[in-house]
């Protein structure tokens, strides 16, 4: 992602229809960067939100 690059999301709050994607994804194994791509909101909010969950995201090297 570029430097300087802004969400369209900043801020919002989470929907329920996106937090239901968020644990499906989750559960599927994608990666972090990929949910983040899937739900267009970067990654630390959704590591945050998953972590909020209790949702592990696979971690691809």
Sequence with gaps: MAKGEVFERHRQPWTQDEIQ??????????????????????????????????LAIAKLR
């Design 21 to 54: 994607k968020l644990h499906l994804l989750a559960k599927k194994g994608m990666a972090l960067k990929a949910i983040a791509k899937a739900l267009k909101r970067s990654e630390e909010s959704t590591k945050d939100r998953a972590k909020e969950d209790g």
